[in-house]
């Protein structure tokens, strides 16, 4: 809960992309610690501590995500809102089998979900971030190439008006 009302308190100071990868990089961390603890066998307050803190990345990643994903969908919101509703289910279902498949008093496949997950989520970041802004460059560019040509055909019809 404070981690949420922290996100609160920088929603109108920060860019929200900001706020989101604070959190990322937050859970990924967090989750390196709950990683470290499962592989050193540390203490159950160790484990217990370093999943409070990767669960509390929950409440910065949650609404951010959500408002960033929803931004740009415009009139297709329905349709994106149900997938981000389904897709938590989705991938707990997948993941909830490998979890107990070293056994039920194994923490290792804990451990190791938890923190493939969190790197997945910044890589996926890291990649598709890259891959938008490529886009949004080269769309400038195109729009930019196609306002200049039609200038162009916009002053040459607008000469040929002239000598008519």
């Given at each position: 809960?404070?981690?949420?009302?922290?996100?609160?308190?920088?929603?109108?100071?920060?860019?929200?992309?900001?706020?989101?990868?604070?959190?990322?990089?937050?859970?990924?961390?967090?989750?390196?610690?709950?990683?470290?603890?499962?592989?050193t066998h540390g203490?159950?307050?160790?484990?217990?501590?370093?999943?409070?803190?990767?669960?509390?990345?929950?409440?910065?990643i949650g609404p951010i995500s959500f408002t960033l994903a929803m931004e740009?969908?415009?009139?297709i919101a329905g349709s994106a809102s149900a997938l981000l509703g389904i897709l938590p289910f989705l991938l707990g279902s997948a993941a909830s089998p490998l979890v107990g498949i070293a056994g039920e008093y194994s923490?290792?496949?804990?451990?190791?979900?938890?923190?493939?997950?969190?790197?997945?989520a910044v890589s996926f970041n890291v990649v598709l971030i890259k891959k938008r802004k490529a886009m949004a460059s080269s769309k400038k560019s195109v729009m930019f190439n196609y306002s200049i040509h039609f200038?162009?055909?916009?002053?040459?019809?607008k000469d040929n008006q002239q000598f008519q």
């Open positions: 809960m404070l981690a949420a009302q922290l996100t609160k308190y920088l929603a109108g100071r920060m860019n929200p992309r900001h706020i989101f990868l604070i959190g990322l990089w937050y859970a990924f961390i967090a989750s390196l610690a709950v990683l470290i603890v499962v592989l203490p159950l307050v160790a484990l217990v501590i370093s999943l409070f803190l990767f669960n509390s990345s929950n409440g910065i740009s969908q415009g009139h923490d290792l496949p804990l451990g190791v979900i938890i923190f493939t997950t969190s790197m997945l200038i162009g055909i916009y002053q040459s019809f």
